[in-house]
């Protein structure tokens, strides 16, 4: 007769560091307990929380080893490097400590060196747990928990990739991963599960749930008082947009007589030579950022809602396009961690208008995407943001 498990991957991650004030009730809403009706299905997966957990223990005996050896390096002048001591520092310790008289400074030698011990011991427990299990996925930049669990189920076990993901979608997923982590799969008798540990990763799991919980808890906060101010913004729009058109018309018309006396300046100063070629580049070129819109808001340059710019740097744009001899950019999907690209929108959108300005082409199913400027004389000396949708 099998034996339910229930197993919440919330305990192992909890473990993995120590949280900020607060971080249980935020972090762990997405990670919900796991019924496994299969003992070897729950035996596997127990053993790789496991090493989650330990990994937390290490990195408590870690800070505890750093506190120490500040105490050691403040009472002896000598200083140890590393959080695991080489053999040298070990025996010299040891040594110390066989003829030390100070019971104060006997206690620190044996703390110091029991934290050593405590850390190899750990690590040996997780080198011993995971030789008896399935070899982890290890997490690379663009990764997600979906696609690798789709991916084991199917290359693996035959299965579907409709069953695979149906099956993957009912595990404990996490949208939180970070190169360097492993991800553990188990199937048993068409039981999927899976959990995550950290690996070589520089922060746990755990943490990352607790941040995105904060960042999606800010931008709730920040979408909320941004809907309580749109109604007088919108009265504000309207009541000066008529003057911002007859602004833009005589901006546009000065706009056309620098670019005349500019032009003319050019032809005057061609014969300085090759130092004025780089400002005649400057001027027939155009700036631009492109990033997904995730990331865009994550660096607070996308407004938390809508397709608008919340901050316009002049330090951002550090990519041109010479159009002189181009008129076109090319966007690859696979340069921002996607494997097509659904949307671009060239912004701000009250400049630069698709289909009068410019033109996007989308080809190989959306693997890249093909900007063409046509309106040149409005993009010279200007400059705009890609955001990929």
């Known amino acids: 007769m099998k034996r339910p498990l229930i197993l919440c991957a919330a305990l192992a991650l909890a473990a993995c560091e120590t949280a900020p004030e607060g971080a249980d009730s935020e972090g762990n809403s997405e990670l919900v307990g796991l019924v496994v009706e299969d003992d070897a299905l729950g035996g596997q997966l127990s053993d790789a929380n496991s090493i989650a957990l330990s990994e937390g223990e290490i990195k408590q005996q870690q800070a505890r080893f750093l506190e120490l050896a500040t105490k050691f390096e403040q009472t002896t002048g000598k200083k140890l490097s590393g959080v695991k001591?080489?053999?040298?520092?070990?025996?010299?310790?040891?040594?110390?400590?066989?003829?030390?008289?100070?019971?104060?400074?006997?206690?620190?030698?044996?703390?110091?060196l029991d934290t050593r011990n405590s850390i190899?011991?750990?690590?040996?427990?997780?080198?011993?747990?995971?030789?008896?299990?399935?070899?982890?996925?290890?997490?690379?930049?663009?990764?997600?928990?979906?696609?690798?669990?789709?991916?084991?189920?199917?290359?693996?076990?035959?299965?579907?990739?409709?069953?695979?993901?149906?099956?993957?979608?009912?595990?404990?997923?996490?949208?939180?991963?970070?190169?360097?982590?492993?991800?553990?799969?188990?199937?048993?008798?068409?039981?999927?599960?899976?959990?995550?540990?950290?690996?070589?990763?520089?922060?746990?799991?755990?943490?990352?749930n607790v941040r995105q919980m904060r960042k999606l808890k800010r931008e709730r906060d920040e979408a909320l008082t941004l809907a309580a101010s749109l109604e007088a913004e919108i009265e504000v729009l309207e009541a000066t947009r008529d003057q911002l058109m007859g602004d833009l018309k005589r901006v546009e018309g000065e706009r056309d007589v620098v670019q005349a006396e500019r032009d003319i300046l050019y032809e005057e100063t061609e014969l300085l030579g090759a130092?004025?070629?780089?400002?005649?580049?400057?001027?027939?070129s155009v700036w631009f950022y492109v990033d997904t819109a995730r990331r865009l808001r994550e660096k607070d340059i996308l407004a938390p809602a809508g397709m608008r710019l919340k901050d316009w740097r002049k330090d951002l744009f550090e990519q041109s396009l010479d159009l002189r001899t181009q008129s076109s950019l090319t966007v690859h999907a696979e340069d921002f961690g996607a494997r097509k690209i659904r949307k671009l929108v060239l912004l701000p959108s009250s400049r630069f208008r698709l289909g009068k300005d410019y033109q996007i082409e989308y080809e190989d199913g959306g693997a890249r995407a093909v900007i063409h400027l046509d309106n040149i004389s409005k993009f010279k000396d200007d400059a705009f943001v890609v955001v990929l949708r």
């Not at 053999?87 to 400074?105: N, P």
């Not at 290890?138 to 290359?155: C, E, K, S």
């Not at 099956?167 to 190169?179: C, Q, S």
């Open 85 to 112: 001591l080489n053999k040298e520092q070990a025996a010299l310790l040891e040594t110390m400590l066989s003829g030390e008289q100070d019971v104060t400074m006997q206690g620190l030698l044996q703390e110091i």
């Open 120 to 208: 190899f011991g750990l690590q040996d427990k997780i080198d011993e747990l995971k030789d008896q299990l399935p070899t982890p996925d290890i997490v690379a930049r663009g990764d997600n928990h979906l696609g690798l669990a789709t991916r084991y189920l199917t290359a693996n076990h035959g299965v579907s990739e409709a069953d695979a993901k149906a099956l993957a979608e009912r595990a404990l997923l996490t949208n939180n991963l970070a190169p360097g982590m492993e991800v553990w799969h188990f199937y048993v008798d068409g039981v999927y599960g899976t959990t995550v540990t950290q690996g070589t990763a520089k922060v746990s799991p755990f943490f990352l």
């Open 275 to 284: 130092d004025n070629e780089a400002l005649v580049e400057e001027n027939e």
